[in-house]
């Protein structure tokens, strides 16, 4: 299946878009920014993505480091984190020490985090946690965990007392796990009710379901990212009976982007967003206000 989509903003208008909001720039909380073998490792799969997903990913922002920074700041993201997150055990650790680093030394990112179910990892958490990490990341499709797993409940019981928020892809989209879907996450939040956790791509393709998980925990937000784009709408339509409740969860709608490894520019998410029709207030809320909160910003 071809990448075909159509757009009514490109890059350079975005600034004049979210000036127009009166904002002073963009939050997005779902940034990536690897240490170069994994980044490289990640953009090879989406190489072969056609034979993941039956269609071409190609990576937009295939750049160095210093020139995606540049071009974040060129659109006017003023806060994000470096969202790292492992697909095997003995790389959480190291991945926390590098995100720290490189947002200490990147103005704008803050300092992100990971885990995954192995001995250690409340550990290792607490400590990032001590260090001033402000957002987490975990990804149960890629890491091909349950969420469940006894190794993580003192990390989610960490996490839930610190107030500090968890991106979690949790949906079965582009294609589902052994662990993904709203079930096994589900668990997770009724055993800890308090926790933030921001579920990524609303939820995709179990939007109703996530969107359900959000209105019963006050504590649990939904992430934008690369849902009601085009490229997704072509996968998984989001449902037009859902919007009014995405109007009612003003407060807990997050700007997302998966920068840089979108298939489009960084523009087309900020159209996808403005196509709901849900109204200024509502765009200020997500692209600046909810973000700027859960990040400390």
Known sequence: MP????????????????????LEGLVDVHVHFLPDPVMDAVWSYF????????????????????????????????RFPALVYPHKPDMAAWLNTWAREFAAATPGCVPSGTF????????????????????????VQVGDYDPRDAELHAVWGQLAEAGVPVVVHCGSG??????????????????H???????AHLGMPEYAEHLALAEAYPNVHLDT???????????????????????????????????????YEYAVQLAALERLDLGDDWLRSVCWDNGARLLGA
């Open 3 to 22: 990448c075909v989509y159509s757009v009514r903003m490109r890059d350079e208008g975005v600034p004049a878009w979210w000036q127009r909001l009166g």
């Open 47 to 78: 190489d072969r993505a056609e034979q993941h997903y039956g269609v071409a990913w190609p990576v937009q922002y295939r750049t160095p480091v210093a020139e995606r920074l540049q071009t974040l700041e060129d659109l006017g993201v003023r």
């Open 116 to 139: 995954y179910p192995e001995p250690g990892a409340a550990q290792y958490v607490k400590e990032a946690l001590d260090l001033g990490t402000r957002i987490f990341k975990v990804h």
């Open 174 to 191: 582009p294609i589902p796990g052994h662990h993904t879907g709203p079930g096994p996450f589900g668990d997770v939040l009724r055993k």
């Open 193 to 199: 009710p308090r926790l933030t956790a921001v579920i």
């Open 225 to 263: 990212t690369m849902a009601l784009t085009p490229f997704t709408e072509a996968l998984a339509p989001y449902p037009r009976e859902l919007r009014p409740r995405m109007a009612t969860l003003q407060n807990r709608v997050v700007l997302g982007s998966d920068f840089p490894n979108i298939p």
